[in-house]
């Protein structure tokens, strides 16, 4: 059963930075493209960033393309989120996923193109 577990989520200041990261159990990481989903209150969870399975390649929503940077660490089975520049608007719990098929070619920003998600961290930035 694969399982992902969120961390470095936290309270800081508008212009910031956190790094979060999510570890991956129960599957071949390095098989897999990774995501990054956040979602605010009352609304729709939306797409921050995702990483193929190779990590040749990347994509970003628009909101957050020059301050957030996703990576993975294949060896470490993990997936990274540097977030600088952090402003109010970041504020969401955030959540990482793993996509449903291996060797996908990608990037895939669906959700529905994930099949399994963390349990979320909250990140809150004040302004």
């Known amino acids: 059963q694969v399982q992902l577990v969120e961390s470095g989520g936290g309270l800081v200041q508008a212009g910031d930075s956190l790094r979060l990261s999510c570890v991956v159990s129960?599957?071949?990481?390095?098989?897999?493209?990774m995501g990054w989903f956040r979602q605010a209150p009352e609304k729709e969870r939306e797409f921050v960033a995702v990483i193929t399975w190779s990590g040749t390649t990347t994509a970003y929503a628009d909101s957050v393309k020059g301050r957030f940077t996703i990576s993975r660490d294949n060896a470490k089975n993990t997936v990274f989120l540097q977030m600088n520049s952090l402003k109010p608007e970041d504020t969401a719990v955030y959540y990482c996923a793993a996509g449903r098929r291996p060797y996908d070619l990608g990037p895939r920003i669906a959700p529905q193109s994930f099949g399994s998600w963390g349990q979320g961290t909250q990140v809150t930035v004040s302004s």
């Open positions: 129960g599957r071949t990481f390095g098989s897999y493209a």
